[in-house]
């Protein structure tokens, strides 16, 4: 389903932008992040995506390894 997969990557994204922001970076730096992190939930209200899905695939996605990624995407 391709709006399971946008869903997935839009989770993904999340996560890599959560990180960024747990580092020691400049003002400028930390508001663009915020920006979006604020574009993805945007999309999200937009799109009426299930927030319960996000956030299980954004924790999913913290715990996965490459080669899980790889296969898991495979199957949206």
Known sequence: MKSEKELFDLAKSYVML???LN????????EEIKE??????NTLLK???DVNQFN?????YKEMSIG???EFIKTL
Do not use: S
């Open 18 to 20: 959560e990180d960024e």
């Open 68 to 70: 899980e990624y790889f």
């Open 47 to 49: 799109k009426n995506y």
């Open 36 to 41: 979006g992190m604020e574009h993805i939930r």
């Open 23 to 30: 580092k020691h970076l400049r003002e400028y730096e930390i």
């Open 56 to 60: 299980h695939y954004r924790k999913l």
